[in-house]
DNA sequence: CGCCCATCAGTGACATTGTCACCCAAAACG
DNA sequence: CGTTTTGGGTGACAATGTCACTGATGGGCG
């Protein structure tokens, strides 16, 4: 069940079958249902997490109760933000929620510090890792502070919606997905459907015309 | 001249007499004058910064030419940015700047991957330096989402001060440091002043009364 | 089935912030 | 000096955020 990490495992930087054999050697396997809080201010980790599969939504909220999705960790991925809250005991904000079902490999401090010391294809997967979420967070800070709402919906829909036509999601849930109000994903929507690029029914958004909406997007 | 070292990088994880003898032993020094590009987009460097002397400002640019300071880096830190950027090959728009003239140790690729190896302390820096910026990106994305500019701007104001009363500053140049437009920050500034908090003159803020200031920048 | 209730979505009024097109004033510089 | 550059003020409007509502929908249950 567990022999196909490598190949999962790849998109950063693969991890040969030596490193593999150690990792799992050390490590422990736990499984979450759809949902659950992985990690959060309440709740810190002392190890680390490399998710085997499923996805995790990675998630900030406001004092007033607003939320912005900050990145999604796929599986193959680590999720480098709780070793990061681990070493810089600072205060913050965000939390890891379980998209799907997940499968994570859990990996104690002290084997992670060995891992890391002694084996060159770990230690470059897990600074891939890190800069990957720091160009994410990048990413996020220009769309926030530069990008302009409509765009932003647009290109979250399309992504949300990847090959398939329809979105089961409500207005708060998209809201929470780009840091604004209901309110404001409301109106902007009303606004595509009036210009035909989506059909609406409760909790659920279809993509009429995805080229236009693929042109919004595209920043225009 | 260099031999504080230790002192200096003690802010995080203090680096040993070997590490530090190590780390000299291959590196290269370099100075940059105020104003200086340290990294940006048209110029990504082979080498990893550690910063020995001065302070480098890190902000991103929009398209449409505004700009928001994502953090600084100060005396005894490490610019894990450009490592960032070197790692995943993504397209990204922060640059870093000298804000004073800097002194700053360059260690070349190679070399920064055999110390991560081999020595326990220089890792630990690393990773702290990482996750660091980490959570500073994290404080930005919470700042520009949902905090008010008032309260942004009371508090960079304070900041900016320091023990001083007075700030050589345009209102263009607080405009970038928190990733708006001028106006709006002659509009707040002006209130503030018409509240007696701040005096006015070109190109210079007095905070006249710094508890109030504080109040603001405290959230309310 | 038909009613109840929780959730989801729509609306109008208003505050804050962003954008645009200007103007004016102060310093910089010959 | 006068001219140029730079910093700052202003009014109108657009986009977004906030608030206080109302109406609509669908699932659960008697």
């Known amino acids: 069940m567990i022999e196909d990490w490598t190949e999962r ?91 799907t079902n997940i499968t994570a490999i859990v990996l104690p401090k002290p084997a992670f510090d060995r891992l890391v010391s002694e084996e060159e294809a770990f230690r470059k997967f897990v600074f891939a890792a890190y800069s990957r979420r720091l160009i994410d967070l990048l990413r996020v800070v220009d769309d926030v502070a530069f990008g302009h709402m409509d765009v932003r919906l647009a290109e979250r829909l399309l992504a949300l919606a990847g090959d398939h036509k329809e979105i089961p999601t409500t207005h708060q849930n998209l809201a929470s997905e780009l840091g604004t109000a209901r309110e404001v994903i409301s109106r902007i929507l009303s606004d595509f459907q009036k210009r035909g690029l989506i059909a609406q029914s409760r909790g659920r958004i279809a993509l009429v015309d995805k080229v236009a909406l693929r042109r919004i997007a595209e920043a225009g």
Chains 1, 2 share one sequence.
Request: aromatic residues 8%; charged residues 20%; negative net charge.
């Open 9 to 99: 495992f790849q998109g950063t930087a693969a991890l040969p079958r030596a490193v593999r054999d150690r990792l799992i050697s050390v490590a422990r396997i736990i499984h979450l249902g759809a949902g659950a809080q992985v990690f959060g201010p309440t709740n810190v980790p002392d190890s680390l997490f490399f998710l085997y599969d499923g996805r995790i939504r990675v998630s900030q909220s406001s004092e007033a109760g607003r939320e912005i999705v900050l990145y999604r960790v796929d599986a193959g991925e680590s999720c480098v933000l709780t070793t990061a809250c681990m070493l810089a005991e600072e205060a913050y904000n965000a939390e890891g929620i379980a998209e």
